[in-house]
C-alpha cells in the first residue's frame, strides 16, 4: 500500500470529520468523505479507498452493517479485503469482538488522540503490506514452479526426436539402394521438419514466460517497500504529529 493512499472518512459528526481531514491531509493522505453508511458505500465504489475509519453509530446504517455489506454483499466482492478500523463512543468488549469476527482490522474507543489514530492506521497499513510482500513471494513461487515444469517438458520432448533422427540417420549411411535412400529421406525430413516446429514452438513459449517473468520481475522491485522501511517512515510521522 502506498503511503500517501486515499483514506475514506465516515462520522456525521462534522467536527471530528474535519479534524481528521485535516490531519490525514496533512500526512499526505487523500481523504475522502462520507457522513453516512449509503455514502460510504457510493464513495468506496466510485474512489477504491486503501482504507476506511468509519464511526459505528451513524444514520441509515451502523459502521458494523456497512461492514457486513462490504464483507458479503456480492456487488462489493472486489472491496472485500478493504481495511476497516471502526471508531465508537461505546467501550464495549463484545462489540470489538463482533466487529474482529466481522473482519474489520481495529476497534477505536471515542474520545482518543489523533497520534493513536495515526498509531492504528500504521499498524493496519503495516499489516496489509506484510500481506502483499507473502502474495507476491506466493507468485514467485508459483512462476519458478511453472517454468521448471516446462523446462522439464522440453528436456523430455527434445530427447525423443534427437534420439530418433539420429537413429534415423544411421540407417540412412547403411543403405545402398538409391530408391530406397531417396524414400528414406523424404520420411526423415518430414519428420524432421515435424519435429523442428514443435521445438521452436516449445522455446517461443519459454522465452514468453522469461520474459514476462523479468517484467513482473522488475516491476515487483520498483513497487516493493520493505516493511522495516515502512516502519521508519510511519514512525517519523507518528513523531511529527506529536
Known amino acids: 500500500m502506498k503511503l500517501t493512499g486515499k483514506i475514506l472518512v465516515v462520522d456525521n459528526d462534522k467536527q471530528n470529520l474535519d479534524n481528521l481531514d485535516i490531519m490525514l491531509t496533512k500526512l499526505s493522505f487523500k481523504v475522502i468523505r462520507a457522513t453516512d453508511g449509503d455514502e460510504a458505500l457510493a464513495m468506496i465504489a466510485e474512489h477504491s479507498p486503501d482504507l476506511m475509519l468509519i464511526e459505528n453509530v451513524l444514520p441509515s446504517m451502523t ?50 488522540r489523533f497520534t493513536e489514530v495515526l498509531a492504528r492506521i500504521r499498524n493496519v497499513i503495516k499489516h ?82 522469461m520474459t514476462d517473468i523479468e517484467n513482473k520481475k522488475t516491476r515487483i522491485s520498483q513497487e516493493e517497500l520493505s516493511a522495516d522501511e515502512l516502519d521508519r517512515k510511519l514512525l517519523k510521522r507518528l513523531d511529527t504529529a506529536n
Do not use: C, W
Open 128 to 209: 496489509k503490506e506484510l500481506v502483499r510482500r507473502l502474495v507476491n513471494r506466493e507468485r514467485k513461487l508459483a512462476v519458478v514452479e511453472s517454468l521448471t515444469s516446462n523446462l522439464i517438458a522440453f528436456t523430455k520432448h527434445i530427447k525423443f526426436p534427437l534420439a530418433t533422427m539420429k537413429s534415423d540417420l544411421a540407417e540412412l549411411s547403411q543403405l545402398e539402394d538409391l530408391a530406397a535412400l531417396k524414400a528414406k529421406l523424404v520420411d526423415f525430413v518430414a519428420k524432421f521438419n515435424v519435429e523442428y516446429d514443435r521445438t521452436v514452438a516449445l522455446i517461443g513459449s519459454l522465452d514468453d514466460q
Open 63 to 112: 459502521g458494523f452493517e456497512v461492514t457486513q455489506v462490504l464483507k458479503k454483499g456480492k456487488e462489493f466482492i472486489e472491496y472485500r479485503d478493504l481495511p476497516i478500523i471502526i471508531m465508537s463512543s461505546v467501550d464495549d468488549p463484545m462489540d470489538k469482538l463482533i466487529g474482529l469476527e466481522m473482519g474489520i482490522e481495529d476497534y477505536i474507543i471515542k474520545p482518543f
